[in-house]
């Protein structure tokens, strides 16, 4: 059926890096974990022939969102762990051809909702501008 289909989705929740022990991984190994795990992407591409969709990515604001990112959790260290395994991810897809995109999970309409995974907090923001926003200069 591959070939009835535009694109493969995968939910992009892939533990990027070992136990932390709640410390705030370093760019160099979280990017080191997206080379291991895009290694698998781009054989499932190389198998199907179809650009890939991350269907979902996002990271809580949890010691261990690196490690563990489909759980959340809570801790002092949470907001940098997700500042920083977000901006591992979108260096990774933005350098990596087989990766067509990504959907963050999640974004909430408005500031009435809270929670985990929340996206919308000004300084992941910052992180997502800062890794998508392009130079409008020719």
Not at 77 to 89: D, E, F, I, K, S
């Amino acid at each position: 059926f591959w070939d009835a289909l535009d694109a493969v989705g995968i939910q992009a929740y892939f533990p990027v890096v070992r136990a932390t022990h709640g410390e705030v991984p370093s760019a160099a190994d979280l990017d080191a974990g997206w080379v291991r795990i895009l290694a698998d992407v781009r054989r499932v591409h190389a198998s199907t022939g179809k650009p890939i969709v991350f269907t979902e990515l996002g990271y809580d604001a949890s010691p261990t969102a690196a490690e563990r990112p489909w759980e959340s959790g809570h801790g002092a260290t949470g907001p940098q762990v997700q500042r920083a395994a977000l901006a591992a991810a979108l260096r990774a897809i933005d350098g990596e051809p087989a990766v067509r995109g990504a959907f963050l999970w999640k974004w909430f309409p408005g500031e009435a909702q809270r929670g985990d995974f929340r996206m919308s907090d000004p300084a992941v923001r910052t992180v997502i501008r800062g890794a998508w926003q392009r130079d409008a200069a020719p």
